[in-house]
């Protein structure tokens, strides 16, 4: 090799070399497709369909909307086969992601919280690890980048009695907190410094501005005036049906749980379904009721979850510490 094939070589070998260090040392821009608008943080498999018809109309209005699920809800029932504990957390899964993926919801994650049935939110936060719960769920705000997170009510009523759901509210709030900190969980946001990278994540800090909740509880009316609602019965411009009736064909895929239930539905025609969607101890025509939780933008708590809400990036806010007794 002469001298001039020699230097050329080396610079070529040195300039692919810099290109290299620039690929991990610059940061490149975060994965669009994660982007969401709105994040549903709950507990087990069919959490979702408590809202489902209203993020049917969201996503008629070209949201995006994600979704994060606590448990497998593998302490269910099994009414369509032997598959118990993991193996039907398994089932469940499955069904989930065919349920949303049937309303229009692709983005699902599952984190590995035991399902506890109990009525003890302490109980279920202490079976999740909750740090660790906490921090897997800032990690998924962080690359959802969600404007608006809706949640389970942290508190208890009469009817609303899962430990599970109220730990979800609990982790929910505390991510909302905690996603614009950038001194919490550093190795999310630390930027790779190898190219097969494990452990330095490389995202951005993240501020949702709105959080808002939803309630089991029996008597829902006490909720009325807390936060906006959205009725059900208007009818979808994409899909043609009302939108109980798109929360009805979500809700099916839930078999493992409400075999014989949603064979009734399958059995009934269109007038008879409209029927029993009236009827008080279903329910599925009765308006989507959020709880407003909190701002960080001017609106009211009634007004429109989007309302207010500003594009981009939003400042981290420091929450304010109660001072001790
Ligand atoms: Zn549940």
Redesign the pocket.
């Given at each position: 090799m002469n001298m001039r094939r020699a230097v050329a070589l080396w610079l070529v070998l040195s300039l692919k070399l810099v290109a290299q260090d620039k690929s991990v040392q610059s940061a490149p821009r975060p994965d669009d497709r994660l982007k969401a608008d709105v994040l549903l943080i709950?507990?087990?498999p069919?959490?979702e369909t408590a809202v489902s018809a209203y993020l049917a109309q969201l996503l008629d209005q070209g949201k995006r909307v994600a979704a994060v699920y606590l448990t497998h809800?593998e302490a269910g029932h099994n009414n369509m086969g032997r598959e118990r504990g993991p193996s039907l957390g398994a089932a469940r899964e499955m069904e989930l992601r065919h349920a949303m993926a049937q309303l229009g919801v692709e983005n699902v994650w599952f984190l590995d919280g035991k399902d506890t049935p109990s009525q003890d939110v302490l109980q279920s936060l202490a079976n999740w690890h909750h740090g660790s719960s906490l921090e897997d769920i800032v990690r998924i705000v962080r690359i959802t980048r969600p404007a608006v997170i809706i949640t389970w009510l942290p508190s208890i009523f009469i009817g609303e009695n899962?430990g599970?759901?109220q730990a979800a509210g609990v982790l929910a709030v505390e991510a909302f907190d905690s996603a614009g900190d950038a001194s919490l969980f550093p190795a999310q946001l630390a930027q790779p410094r190898k190219v097969n990278e494990t452990l330095l994540e490389g995202l951005s800090p993240w501020q949702p501005q709105k959080i808002y909740f939803f309630s089991d509880a029996s008597d829902d009316k006490q909720f009325r005036g807390k936060g906006p609602e959205y009725a059900t019965t208007a009818i979808s411009p994409t899909r043609h049906l009302p939108y109980w009736r798109i929360a009805m064909e979500e809700f099916r895929f839930h078999l493992t749980q409400y075999r014989s239930y949603i064979e009734k539905l399958g059995s009934l025609d269109d007038e008879q379904l409209t029927k029993l969607a009236g009827a008080d101890q279903d329910g599925w025509s009765t308006p989507v009721r959020l709880i407003f939780g909190k701002s960080l933008v001017p609106g009211t708590a009634t007004g429109d979850v989007l309302e207010g809400i500003r594009p981009g990036i939003f400042p981290f806010m420091r929450p304010a510490a109660s001072a001790p007794a």
């Open positions: 709950v507990a087990h069919d959490d809800g899962h599970d759901h």
